[in-house]
């Protein structure tokens, strides 16, 4: 206990050093580039598939089957962020991320154990993985808040951008691993798809996941250790638990509006509806921040529509994030140039979830997110021309969307600590995040369907109809004075 205690509470820094916010979000950021490795699965589906086909069964696996495991994944992940927020009210930040991260990293050695088998590695490197993944993921960007607190949104977004950077650093370590010859899939002149059949590749897709889970628990050992809580200040600790907020239009408490997100007055307006689309027009009382315990969050509208709008742009985030190697192999037979397409893909990703969360501090939420879906929209339904112009109009789009998919999740992060406050910030976003529980297995089973029937111009398709339906949802969020918004 002792150990634990001393683990838990060291170093121990104060708010007004200039040098540990910084290292904090660096460890935060370094932490999520490894659980961001979840990104990883679009490049490695191939390798996996290959090797079921080839060692082990189900030998009918395909590129589209293959999504349950990442849609697995996603259901360990929405499933446990809830309770890793409870856990570090419990166990402390650095603690809860090491065991969450750890969880996750113990998911990808066992994989090489269970790589013959599609449904035990639906558990060791989907479920496990995602699991893992889950509990650790708020921990940093809340820690992250806690230092910055008048900078939650870029805050939250630069740690998250290291989320984004795993793939762009682990695709290639995986390729270079894996196919340092650049070994070709094989398949049908205008096949859908291709897959390896190399023994070495093969063999050495097996022992690339004892060699990830060990550099990925030594980067979570060493990050973790750099995770702490600025000291509580006495003030603070005294308001943490009241729910209150000064506006220049409104004083009434966000918990008994009825008309949070209804057309009307603005003093008819909730405080939490304000703050998503006018906090320009917000003044925050910092003695009393709004902290909204997770239960009461069930009681606002603005948590609702949150929910959805993540749950639909999540099919987006779903299809283009498991499939695109895998389409892009049907016409680009490079394997080389897909992972590199990947690498820059992931930085575009992280990049983006800095650039989207800046924007959201600078105009509103609201705006910021109808940008990015319309911009996702619109590249999700021309994304089946990349098969007609080659690889370079393939290379643009795959930057785009990645570059919104790092919006996604970038902005409801920031949305949540606005809306709801950041001492509860993990377990709330967790709440939020429960949304691809559900987004997880429907963008796995709508491909698998879809890919039989239309192809992959179905799959693009159905998924930009419904990160436009996201745009319509958001836009719900608009009062009466909208302009106001757009400041």
Known sequence: ????????????????????????????????????????????????????????????????????????????????????????????????????????????????????????????????????????????????????????????????????????????????????????????DGATERYFEDPQVLKRTKQCFLILGALYTILQVISAFFLVDPKPDDEAEESNDSVQLTSVTSSENPLDSDSILSPGSDEEMSDTELILTQSSDIKINNSNPVNFKPKQLFRQKTFYLIWIM??????????????????????????????????????????????WSYLADKFSFRFTAMVMMNLMTALLLTFSATSLAGKGMFLAWITMLFFCIGGVFSLFPAATVRAFGSKYFASNYGLVFSSQVIAGPVGAFLPTILSQSLGYIGVWYLSAGLVYIAVLVTYCCSMRHPAKSFK
């Open 1 to 188: 206990m002792k150990f634990l205690k001393a683990v838990r509470n060291w170093p121990r820094y104060d708010r007004n050093s200039k040098c540990p916010p910084v290292v904090v979000v660096l460890a935060g950021a370094t932490m999520h580039l490894t659980l961001g490795t979840l990104y990883t699965f679009g490049n490695m589906s191939p390798y996996v598939v290959s090797y079921i086909r080839k060692y082990g069964h189900p030998t009918s696996t395909t590129a589209e089957t293959a999504t349950w495991i990442y849609a697995l994944a996603i259901l360990g992940q929405g499933l446990s962020m809830y309770f890793g927020g409870k856990l570090e009210l419990k166990l402390g930040t650095r603690l809860t991320a090491l065991l969450g991260s750890l969880t996750m990293s113990v998911g990808v050695a066992l994989s090489y154990f269970t790589i013959a088998s599609f449904w035990l590695l639906l558990i060791t490197y989907g479920f496990v993985f995602g699991f893992g993944v889950g509990i650790a993921y708020p921990i940093p960007m809340a820690c992250a808040i806690r230092w910055l607190p008048k900078r939650k949104g870029f805050a939250a977004g630069c740690v998250v951008a290291g989320f984004g950077l795993g793939a762009f650093i682990f695709d290639q370590v995986q390729t270079a691993f894996i196919n340092p010859d650049g070994i070709k899939p094989v398949g049908d």
């Open 310 to 355: 993540f749950l639909l742009s999540g099919q987006g985030v779903i299809t283009v994030s498991t499939l695109y190697k895998a389409y892009g192999f049907g016409f680009i037979k490079s394997d080389q140039f897909l992972a590199i397409s990947g690498a820059i893909a992931s930085l575009s990703n992280a990049s983006g979830r800095i650039i």
